[in-house]
């Protein structure tokens, strides 16, 4: 526990002075939800600004996690730290955990930003719509975790988006109803974690209280980011050949 404490902490600190990094999570969200306040109607903008509320923490919780732990294994400095006691499993943990509490803030921000003034409106509390975003950020940092394991370069990196965000996009229900789609879209859409992190949001937007669906989506949700995480510490090599 003290060295997942420690790593933790030091993925904090570095994330903290990349200040880039701190623009792209707080900054860019807001104005892309500004941007959608001015295209769409209230109406639209309610349902589509709640889905986007965990839509962007997962996608770029994923590119800033896997070039970040792409960049410390070309360095070398993954495998300065694989020969201290820290273990691949502390290391993807850390980054987890780090990333979560980054993307509770981000998650907080934003959902101050369209609450108060952009006018976004839930039958649930806001505190849940934080709650699945920073879910959602996690399953992105371990999908990115994941995704990292298998590229040389941060390029390839970037490349993986097309292939393991984007159809999770398109297939959530944020464009086309899943009950709309084709049977064999439906059958991918279920098997996709962001799907039910959609569906949770969707289930915030329309309860007052939080329901059993909503749970059982979460809970899903979790257990992808596990074995997700488990995935990427079993292929997670220390050097970049």
Known sequence: MRTLVATTGRILRQLRH???????LIVVPNLLLTLLYFMFDSRIFNGLALTMLGIFPF??????TS???????TTGTLERLLTTP??????L???GIAFGIAATIQAAVVSVVA????????????GYVILIAAANAVLGVALGLLASAFAKTEFQAVQFMPVIVLPQILLCGLFVAREQMAGWLQAIS????????????????????PTSTMWR???????????????????LRRRTP
Do not use: H
């Open 217 to 235: 989506d979460l809970a899903i949700v979790g257990g992808a980011v596990i074995v997700a995480l488990v995935a990427a510490a079993a292929t």
């Open 190 to 209: 279920d098997v996709l974690p962001l799907t039910y992190s959609v569906e949770a949001l969707q289930e915030v937007g329309r309860f007052a209280n």
């Open 93 to 95: 943990f850390g980054y």
């Open 115 to 126: 609450y108060l003034f952009l006018g976004m409106d839930t039958l649930g509390s806001p």
């Open 59 to 64: 996608l770029i919780m994923f590119l800033i």
């Open 67 to 73: 070039i970040a732990m792409l960049r410390e294994r």
């Open 18 to 24: 990349d200040k880039r990094t701190i623009g792209l």
């Open 86 to 91: 820290l273990r691949k499993t502390d290391l």
